[in-house]
T-cell receptor, first 114, second 112 residues
Framework: AQSVTQLGSHVSVSEGALVLLRCNYSSSVPPYLFWYVQYPNQGLQLLLKYTSAATLVKGINGFEAEFKKSETSFHLTKPSAHMSDATEYFC????????????FGKGTLLTVNP | GAGVSQTPSNKVTEKGKYVELRCDPISGHTALYWYRQSLGQGPEFLIYFQGTGAADDSGLPNDRFFAVRPEGSVSTLKIQRTERGDSAVYLCAVDNPNTEAFFGQGTRLTVV
């Protein structure tokens, strides 16, 4: 079975600073990896996904993530935080197909200070 | 999400009652998923439909939970004899092969 650990339930950064949200996964087979964002009272929105192609994945809104097999990590980064980035982020893993049976982490709440 | 409408958006029910939660894909989608998100947690997989059939229901917590998708479009998640522990946001997602999954806004179920 696969699992996801998001290190840090709450991350706080200053506006304009680097955003780093950590995600480690466990999987017995090559995984698909995802980052989702969830704004209050809205559905989950896909930021980016890794599906065994390039290890550095670029997503929407300036976010990117790097798949590191040796570290079993898929950390999310953004060079410069914006106030609108403040919300909840979820890392997820799937081994059954591109969207099938996602296993999510517990989430990381990002706050951005002016 | 643009691809999915979930109703009701909020549902408060008494312990022991029966509830139905509806997921209505706005356009044709092959695959449909139900997830449950408890407070402070990430979503947890419940069931996956491919067309009309439940291809994987391994995430349903017990036999009080049941879901149908009779015509391969709208799906209904049914919970019998609700318990306070069933309180959560129930999310529906849909996709077609090789496209991203669209999540609905969810139904917030509160069992009192």
């Amino acid at each position: 079975a696969q699992s996801v650990t998001q290190l840090g339930s709450h991350v706080s950064v200053s506006e304009g600073a680097l955003v780093l949200l950590r995600c480690n996964y466990s999987s017995s087979v090559p995984p698909y990896l995802f980052w989702y964002v969830q704004y209050p009272n809205q559905g989950l929105q896909l930021l980016l996904k890794y599906t065994s192609a390039a290890t550095l994945v670029k997503g929407i809104n300036g976010f990117e993530a790097e798949f590191k097999k040796s570290e079993t990590s898929f950390h999310l980064t953004k060079p410069s935080a914006h106030m609108s980035d403040a919300t909840e982020y979820f890392c997820a893993v799937s081994v059954g197909g591109s969207n099938y049976k996602l296993t999510f982490g517990k989430g990381t709440l990002l706050t951005v200070n002016p | 999400g643009a691809g999915v409408s979930q109703t009701p958006s909020n549902k408060v029910t008494e312990k022991g009652k029966y509830v139905e939660l509806r997921c209505d894909p706005i356009s044709g989608h092959t695959a449909l998923y139900w997830y449950r998100q408890s407070l402070g947690q990430g979503p947890e997989f419940l069931i996956y439909f491919q067309g009309t059939g439940a291809a994987d229901d391994s995430g349903l917590p017990n036999d009080r939970f049941f879901a149908v998708r009779p015509e391969g479009s709208v799906s209904t998640l049914k919970i019998q004899r609700t318990e306070r522990g069933d309180s959560a946001v129930y999310l529906c997602a849909v996709d077609n092969p090789n496209t991203e999954a669209f999540f609905g806004q969810g139904t917030r179920l509160t069992v009192v």
